[in-house]
């Protein structure tokens, strides 16, 4: 008997193909005259829609800065950065701040959740303050993706730090944003629950379609990509496709080797 195979269902990705969002010569500097900082140079990059892509390199080589000039949270030097095919570079401010709410989702270290409410009206907070109206087949998709369907009338101090931040996900996911940016997603957890939470990830990419950037010095969290930039000195310097932790941190030895002989 055979049995007919049925190509999976991906939910987000709305037929969306290629780059969700890419960056044109970027160049971010802080500072004046000797105390100027590149912190991002001349950088050229294309986030793949569908895809997850880790950011790593040294602290200080760039990665909050790009990932913040991507995401619209902070003003760029030069260059053109595009969300599909949106210019955001030079959007003003109240426009910004609407791609942003309609558009972007974010994971940060720090959960983010408010104590006095449960963890479904956390996950439904941003919607609510938006007046958008609730998609509950997707609802029910995301919660149950991340595992949350016990849990949902739970207020944060009642879950595990990794249940919090799962509901951290499920926020930045229920809303449906074209691409989600972490910054340290799982820095703040025990192993045990990173992994958890980045399975989670992991699975709204290949299961939602979604599409994520993360911030991560970690090689274990990056082997859950699908990409890997490496950045140094405010550039691009290596780009590695279908990380593993072991390549990931086999490169990263390589940086510092690199950089103790040179
Ligand atoms: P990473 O995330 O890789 O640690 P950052 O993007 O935070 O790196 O920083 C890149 C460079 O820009 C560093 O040299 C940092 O000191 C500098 N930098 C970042 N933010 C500021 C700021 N607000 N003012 C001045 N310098 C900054």
């Known amino acids: 008997m055979t049995t007919a195979v049925t190509t999976p269902q991906h939910g987000g990705t709305g037929g969306r193909t290629g780059s969700a969002a890419r960056a044109r010569q970027l160049v971010k500097t802080y500072g004046e005259g000797e105390?100027?900082?590149?912190?991002?140079?001349?950088?050229?990059?294309?986030?793949?829609?569908?895809?997850?892509?880790?950011?790593?390199?040294?602290?200080?080589?760039?990665?909050?800065?790009?990932?913040?000039?991507?995401?619209?949270?902070?003003?760029?030097t030069s260059g053109q950065i595009f969300l599909d095919e949106t210019e955001i570079t030079g959007l003003k401010d109240k426009k910004l701040t609407k791609l942003r709410r309609d558009r972007i989702g974010f994971i940060f270290q720090a959960y983010n959740l408010l104590p006095t409410l449960n963890a479904l009206e956390?996950?439904?907070?941003?919607?609510?303050?938006?007046?958008?109206?609730?998609?509950?087949?997707?609802?029910?998709?995301?919660?149950?993706?991340?595992?949350?369907?016990e849990r949902l009338k739970h207020r944060p101090a009642q879950l595990s730090g990794g249940q919090q931040q799962r509901v951290a996900v499920a926020r930045a996911l229920a809303a449906r944003p074209e691409i989600i940016f972490g910054d340290e997603?799982?820095?703040?957890?025990?192993?045990?629950?990173?992994?958890?939470?980045?399975?989670?990830?992991?699975?709204?990419?290949?299961?939602?379609?979604?599409?994520?950037?993360?911030?991560?010095?970690?090689?274990?969290?990056?082997?859950?990509?699908?990409?890997?930039?490496?950045?140094?000195?405010g550039r691009i310097v290596d780009d590695m496709a279908d990380p593993t932790a072991d390549r990931v941190l086999d490169r990263m030895r390589n940086f510092d080797a690199r950089g103790r002989t040179s």
Request: proline fraction near 3%; glycine fraction near 10%.
């Open 122 to 149: 956390n996950i439904t907070l941003p919607m609510d303050i938006a007046g958008r109206k609730i998609d509950q087949d997707w609802l029910d998709q995301v919660v149950s993706t991340v595992g949350l369907a």
């Open 35 to 76: 105390t100027r900082v590149a912190a991002l140079d001349h950088v050229d990059v294309d986030i793949a829609s569908g895809k997850f892509t880790a950011i790593m390199g040294p602290s200080g080589s760039g990665k909050s800065t790009l990932m913040h000039c991507l995401a619209g949270l902070d003003t760029v």
């Open 185 to 233: 997603p799982t820095g703040n957890l025990d192993s045990r629950a990173g992994a958890e939470v980045l399975g989670f990830l992991r699975t709204s990419v290949t299961e939602l379609g979604q599409t994520i950037v993360m911030v991560t010095h970690d090689p274990v969290a990056a082997g859950y990509a699908d990409r890997v930039i490496f950045l140094a000195d």
